[in-house]
C-alpha cells in the first residue's frame, strides 16, 4: 500500500506552513522575522502568509530569502485578543486568523500557525476543520522542559476545554502519544494522568475511573501506561506524556511559567547584588545563557491542537521572532512527518474495538483500513 | 473585655508546641535536631514530644538547650507512610502522632508539628479536634515563595481534600485570609481565586459561581477580593491568598515544587560545565546562597491545617533539621498570635449572617459574640 502523499514527500519538495501575519502582540513585522529565520535554516519550507496586504508585502520584499517561498493573502480584519470567541465566528470571515485555517481547509497546507487569541482560534480551527472521526474534545499539547534525553515532555490538555471525562482522557492518550512519537521521535512513548498523588487511591473517582480506560487503551495506543503522575513528575524521566483536563493542565503549565519567571528575577538580583557577584556572572556568562536557552519559554513556544482535521500550532501572544521561528520549526517537524494523517489512522485504529462491538454483525472492514497506519503513527 | 488568654501570653510565659517525634522520613534524630534549633533561638518555646521514651530521652538528654524544656510522652507506635488512614483511626491509639494531637485536644498545646502522612494526619486531626463549627471541609494552606513584601503568598487547599463547592471556597477564603494576617501580618490580604485566565467568562460553571460568594463574604472576612488569578499569578504581587480546590492546589504545588528543581539542576549542571564556569561559581556563591536561600522548599517547610479546634503544621515527610525548625517557627508565630480563637471568632462573624437569615426570629447573639474577635482576626 503507497503511503499518503504527505507522509514522504518527494526529496527537495517544499512543505508549505500556513501563517496569519497579524494576530500577535508585535504584529506583523516580528512575524515576518520569524518567517525569515525559518527560511533561511531550512530550504524545504514555503508560507502562505494571511494578513493585510499592503503592511506585509514591503515585510516580505525587504527579505530576500523569502522570495517565491512567500504566498501572501490579503485579509483585512484582525481577531483582537479581548473578542470573544462566538462574535469572530460570526463576523470573522475577513480575518487573517480565519483565513490561516482555512488555506488548512482547502489542503493548501496541513499546518497553521497563529499567535492569536486562543479561544477564537480553537472555536475557529474546530468549526473550520471539524473534529476527527470519534473524537468528542479536542486538546491542546505544550512541550514541558524535562529530564528526558529528548530534553522535552508532552502534557495535554492545556486549555481547549475546562473538562475532560474518562473517554475523554482516553483519546488525550492516543494523541499525545501520537505526537510525542512524531514530534519527539519516542517509539513508545511512557504515558501517566495527573493526579494529586501516584497511589491508585488519590485522585477524583471520574480520575480513578479513567485509570482503567487509558490502561487498556495502551496496546492500540502504541503507549506504555504508567499510572498517576503528580505535579513534580511533570518535568520528570518517568513519564513522557501527562494527560489531563485542560482547567487542571492550564494551572499547572503557567505555575511552571510563573516559577521559572520568579527565580529568573531572584537570579538576576542575586548576581546584581554586589561588585563580586556581577564580575562572576560576566565570567559565568556562557553557563547562564546555555541555562537560560534551556529553560527558555519561547524556545518551547507552540501549543498544538489536536483531535482536528489539521493541525494548528498556537504561538504564544507575546512571541518575538525567535517564539514564531521555533512555532514556525515545530509545524513543519510535524507537517514533513505525516503527524495529522498517522494521528487519525491511530485513532481508528484504536477507537475500532468498540466500534466493532457496537456493530458486532457487519465485518472488521473500518478497524483493518485503519491499521494501514502501522505501528509509526 | 479581656483578650482570650493565648492571644496575649504573659511576658517571659513559654508557648509548648506538640510534636510527632517518629513521623517522618529520617527519623526522630532530625525532629529532635529541629527543636534544638529552635530551642537555641527562642527562649519563649517548649515542647511536649510524641514517640519512643527510650530512642528520645537519649537524644534529647544530650541537648542541654532543651533540659526543662522538652517533655517526653512515650507512644509505642509509628504511623507509616503508606498506611491507609481509615486503618490509623482504628488501631493507631498509640502511636506518636495520636498523642501529638491528642496534646491539643487536651489543652496542653495549642499547636501540633508532624511530618508523617498527610492523609493519615487529616484524618486523626479531624475525628480528634473535629472540625470548627459551621465549617464543612478543613484545608491544608500552603506559604509560596512571592514579589510581595513578606516574601510569601497563601494558597489553600493544597490536598485536604480533592473537591471544594462554592461554600467551601468561601470558607478556604475566610481561613486563608486570617492566616495571611496572622502568619504574615498582613492587615486586609487580597484573596484571588485560582482559574485558567483572569476573564469573568472562564473557569468552569462552579468556580464561576463561587465568585459571587467569596466577593459577598469579603467585608466580613476583612479581606479585599480580586478576582481571578492565574497559575503564573501564584508567586505574583496582584495577591496574598490563592484559594482553590485541594486536586487543583496540589498539582499547582508539586509543580511550582518540581519546576525549582529542575531548574535548579540545570543550573547546578551549567555551573559545573567548564573551569570557567566553576570559578565563576566560587566568586558568585554569596549570592548563589541567597538565591538559593529565597526558594529553598525547606524554609516554607509546614502545610497548615486550617478549620479544626486547634492548628496542626504538617512538616514535610523529608524535613532536616532546617525544615523542622521552619515548621515549629510557624507553629509558634501561630500559637502566640492566638491565631487559632481568632479564626475561630472570624468564622463565626462571617457566617453569622447566613445563621441570621436562617433563624431571623432569634436575637442577634451569636453574631454579636464572634464580633469580640474585632478586627484583628
Chains 1, 2 share one sequence.
Not at 476527527?132 to 486549555?159: E, H, K, Q, Y
Not at 548576581?271 to 534551556?294: E, G, K, M, Y
Amino acid at each position: 500500500m503507497p503511503a499518503p502523499p504527505t507522509t514522504d514527500p518527494a526529496p527537495g519538495s517544499r512543505i508549505v506552513i500556513s501563517v496569519d501575519a497579524m494576530g500577535g502582540d508585535r504584529g506583523p513585522s516580528a512575524v515576518v522575522a520569524g518567517l525569515v529565520r525559518s527560511a533561511a535554516v531550512n530550504p524545504d519550507i514555503a508560507f502562505i502568509l494571511h494578513g493585510d496586504r499592503a503592511v506585509l508585502e514591503p515585510l516580505v520584499r525587504r527579505r530576500r530569502v523569502l522570495a517565491g517561498r512567500c504566498d501572501i493573502r490579503h485579509a483585512p480584519g484582525v481577531v483582537g485578543m479581548g473578542e470573544k470567541p462566538s462574535h469572530v465566528l460570526r463576523h470573522g470571515r475577513e480575518t487573517s486568523m480565519w483565513g490561516a485555517i482555512d488555506s488548512i481547509r482547502a489542503g493548501e497546507a496541513t499546518v497553521a500557525v497563529s499567535c492569536g487569541n486562543t479561544g477564537a482560534l480553537m472555536l475557529l480551527a474546530m468549526m473550520r476543520l471539524r473534529k476527527l472521526p470519534g473524537v468528542n474534545r479536542p486538546a491542546i499539547a505544550c512541550l514541558w522542559p524535562s529530564r528526558n534525553p529528548t530534553g522535552f515532555n508532552v502534557m495535554l490538555d492545556v486549555g481547549a476545554d475546562v473538562r475532560a471525562d474518562g473517554a475523554d482522557l482516553v483519546q488525550f492518550a492516543l494523541m499525545g502519544a501520537s505526537y510525542a512519537r512524531n514530534g519527539l521521535g519516542l517509539e513508545r512513548p511512557r504515558v501517566g494522568l495527573l493526579s494529586n498523588g501516584t497511589e491508585e487511591h488519590k485522585g477524583r473517582a471520574e480520575l480513578r475511573a479513567a485509570q482503567d480506560l487509558v490502561a487498556r487503551a495502551a496496546e492500540a495506543g502504541g503507549y506504555d501506561y504508567v499510572g498517576f503522575v503528580e505535579g513534580s513528575d511533570i518535568p520528570s524521566a518517568r513519564v513522557d506524556v501527562i494527560v489531563t483536563d485542560g482547567f487542571t493542565g492550564n494551572i499547572a503549565l503557567k505555575t511552571g511559567e510563573g516559577t521559572a519567571a520568579l527565580i529568573s528575577d531572584f537570579m538576576r538580583e542575586a548576581f546584581a547584588n554586589s561588585v563580586l557577584s556581577r564580575i562572576a556572572a560576566l565570567l559565568a556568562l556562557t553557563s547562564l545563557r546555555r541555562l537560560r536557552r534551556r529553560i527558555d519559554p519561547r524556545r518551547v513556544n507552540g501549543g498544538v491542537f489536536l483531535g482536528l482535521n489539521g493541525t494548528v500550532v498556537k504561538s504564544h501572544g507575546g512571541a518575538d521572532a525567535t517564539g514564531i521561528s521555533a512555532a514556525v520549526k515545530l509545524a513543519f517537524q510535524l507537517a514533513r512527518s505525516g503527524f495529522q494523517e498517522r494521528l487519525a489512522a491511530r485513532l481508528a485504529a484504536a477507537m475500532a474495538p468498540a466500534r466493532d462491538a457496537a456493530h458486532r454483525a457487519q465485518g472488521p472492514a473500518a478497524g483493518g483500513a485503519a491499521d494501514g497506519g502501522g505501528g509509526g503513527a
